[in-house]
């Protein structure tokens, strides 16, 4: 009985092998049928295909900013792009723009089809200026709408820095210098973005309701030395318990 038993298990298994066997063939079979078809389509539909453009992370470029920009056509042997302020950075689509003066710039896209023929194409992109940042300390700001409250613990060691809005990118800003006010205390220049041990001896003193003042801050933007930042305004704090 138990022979028995382990040839009807036996059998059932060859059983579901074929059928698992057959199962596999059938979807290669309809894979492989299908990479066809995509191939043709591929060489019908290559020469209405029209050339990519993608601006990472943004909607338009921005002046005087090196804006990554990745430009490509399917199925061609070769993509040239040119316009002014356009640099190429590799072999695999990735540019750099660094718009001028005007309201737009247009992209010349000139592409080698696999069938040998040309096909020249223009892009159209809009240019914006970069808006007015406004400081931080320890990454909090508010342009010079409000005014921030800190201890003066929070003060000492505390870092200068800028944002910006409606801004669709990143921007990599480095605070150089800045000066602070505070009460009964001539102003203090600091070079670099961190409190100087100066003003942290100061923040001591402080007392609670003080008013402090940092003004006159020195930025760049890291990967666009020649841009010239319009005037950041005053960051108000002041000092609670």
């Known amino acids: 009985m138990k022979k028995a038993s382990i040839f009807f298990i036996i059998i059932i298994n060859l059983t579901l092998s074929c059928k698992s066997s057959q199962s596999k063939t059938q979807l290669l079979t309809e894979n492989n049928a299908l990479k066809e078809r995509i191939k ?100 909090r700001g508010c342009n010079s709408k409000c005014e921030l409250q800190f201890t003066k613990e929070e003060m000492t060691n505390s870092k200068i820095g800028a944002k910006t809005n409606d801004f669709l990118y990143g921007l990599d800003f480095r605070v150089t210098a800045f000066k602070i006010k505070m009460p009964h205390y001539r102003t203090i220049k600091i070079v670099g973005n961190k409190m100087n041990i100066r003003a942290n001896d100061l923040f001591t003193l402080l007392r609670p309701n003080d008013s402090i003042q940092i003004f006159d801050i ?24």
């Not at 290559?46 to 804006?67: C, D, I, W």
């Not at 723009?97 to 737009?104: A, F, Q, T, W």
């Not at 930042?229 to 002041?238: R, T």
């Open 40 to 139: 043709r389509l591929e060489v019908t539909d290559s020469l209405n295909l029209e050339a990519a453009l993608k601006l990472k992370k943004m909607n338009v470029v921005y002046r005087g900013f090196p804006n990554p920009i990745y430009i490509s056509k399917p199925n061609t042997k070769s993509v040239i792009a040119s316009a002014s302020g356009l640099k190429k950075i590799d072999n695999n689509g990735n540019y750099i723009l660094s718009p001028g003066s005007g309201d737009s710039v247009d992209i010349e896209i000139r592409s080698l089809l696999k069938n040998g023929d040309s096909k020249s194409e223009v892009k159209t992109l809009r240019i914006k200026d970069i808006n007015a940042p406004y400081g931080t300390i320890n990454n």
């Open 218 to 241: 020195k930025l760049k933007i890291r990967g666009s030395s020649h841009y010239r930042l319009k005037g950041i305004p005053p960051i108000l704090i002041k000092i609670v318990e």
